[in-house]
């Protein structure tokens, strides 16, 4: 809110702000203008539901050990 008004988010704002959301980068304010926006907003809400199914997808693979190198690189 800004002089008593309530600022709208354009979508590629809160596009743009979804991944930092979900790392809980954002400030709290941010935060709660960010998810205001993804509620109100079908376009929002479907990109943010498809970040968290990626992201769920990524959390549940086993990490795979890296091989030590044995050349060295020049």
């Known amino acids: 809110a800004e002089n008593?008004?309530?600022m709208s988010m354009?979508?590629?704002y809160g596009l743009e702000q979804?991944?930092?959301f979900l790392?809980?980068?954002?400030?709290d304010a941010e935060r709660e203008s960010v998810w205001t926006h993804i509620q109100s907003c079908?376009?929002?809400s479907e990109q943010w539901e498809s970040m968290?199914?990626?992201r769920r997808s990524l959390q549940s693979?086993?990490?795979v050990p890296v091989p030590a190198m044995?050349?060295?690189l020049p």
């Open 23 to 27: 790392d809980r980068e954002l400030p």
């Open 42 to 44: 079908r376009h929002c």
């Open 18 to 20: 979804i991944s930092a």
């Open 61 to 63: 693979l086993a990490a």
């Open 70 to 72: 044995s050349v060295a």
């Open 52 to 54: 968290q199914m990626a």
């Open 10 to 12: 354009s979508c590629e």
């Open 4 to 6: 008593g008004r309530v």
